[in-house]
């Protein structure tokens, strides 16, 4: 007893840093990990990761403006990754390219620009910061904007719940019965910019979406419905979490990257072992039709 409790209850329990650690990638993976679901569902994946990387030029210019403070990196985080979603969602809608070459486009602009205003002023060390993230060092200011970004996630979700499911299943049918179809797809973009940069403060914009993503794509080998796959996939994220931390404790490893890599194991896993599609099913089906 004595050695598990060393091993999975001491950390948190004798050191603030981890507690404070714990609460933030929690809430992270509560407001997230439904949002990564609907992004998946939506073939969107890949834009989410755009997305993510779109938001450092504004959070550089926080950088640049005020140094390593949350809310002024926050907010030009949020002002830059708004400025991206809607400038790319504009160039789809009036040109002939498609939405996922446009965030393309903007994503490589953005994360070099960012980049380029970081190594300016700040150090390697400052550069590492904004791209990875600092989970340990999470503060009550931090905790508060994250808490925050989690309640208005989940207020939205359970308003515009059934517009989000039908505009998964069919944008063209809610846009020909419903005004709500365009305004609803704003809002969810909306929604991922804001857990985005909720995330920047615990993982950094390259890791970010790691915790929206893969969670969602694990629990999708376990389930079709969306209710279920969002539940599952915010379970995955809570696990993910706690392992990667009781990971980079014991090992001395980076924090973020430890959750990020907790969360790929159970994707394998799931690619593996998954009632719905993975490996395993689709092995025994053949079987079936084969006997």
């Known amino acids: 007893m004595e050695f598990l409790y060393g091993l999975f209850i001491a950390p948190f329990a004798d050191f603030a840093f981890m507690q404070r650690a714990l609460f933030g990638s929690l809430m992270l ?12 569902l939506r073939r969107m994946s890949l834009s989410g990761d755009a997305m993510a990387h779109a938001i450092l030029p504004g959070a550089a210019a926080g950088f640049l403006l005020y140094g390593l403070e949350i809310l002024p ?13 809607l400038g790319a969602g504009a160039v789809s809608r009036f040109t002939i390219q ?11 602009i953005s994360l070099a620009v960012g980049v380029l205003m970081v190594s300016i002023r700040g150090s390697s060390v400052d550069l590492m910061h904004v791209l990875f993230g600092t989970v340990l060092a999470l503060n009550n200011e931090a905790l508060t904007l994250i808490g925050g970004i989690v309640v208005v996630t989940l207020v939205s979700l359970a308003i515009f719940w059934r517009a989000l499911v039908a505009e998964c299943l069919d944008p063209l049918f809610l846009r020909s019965v419903s005004r709500m179809g365009s305004p609803v797809h704003f809002i ?15 993982l950094g914009t390259l890791l970010s979406v790691g915790l929206m993503m893969l969670p969602a794509a ?15 996939a915010v379970l995955i ?31 394998f896993v799931s690619i593996m072992f998954g009632s719905r599609g993975a490996l395993r099913a ?5 079987r079936h039709r084969t006997a």
Do not use: K
Request: proline residues 4%.
């Open 73 to 85: 990196m926050t907010i030009g985080g949020l002002i830059a990754g708004i400025i991206v979603a």
């Open 29 to 40: 993976s509560l407001g997230a990990c439904p949002v990564g679901v609907f992004l998946m």
């Open 282 to 286: 689709r092995i025994v089906h053949h």
């Open 98 to 108: 498609r939405e996922d070459a446009s965030m393309a486009a903007f994503y490589l």
């Open 218 to 232: 694990a629990a999708r080998f376990w389930t079709v419905r969306v209710e279920p796959m969002c539940v599952l």
């Open 188 to 202: 969810f973009l909306g929604l991922v910019v804001l857990n985005l940069v909720g995330g920047f403060q615990a």
């Open 237 to 267: 994220g809570f696990a993910s979490c706690i392992a990667g931390l009781l990971l980079s404790y014991h090992a001395s490893l980076p924090s973020g990257p430890a959750i990020i890599l907790s969360a790929g194991v159970v994707y």
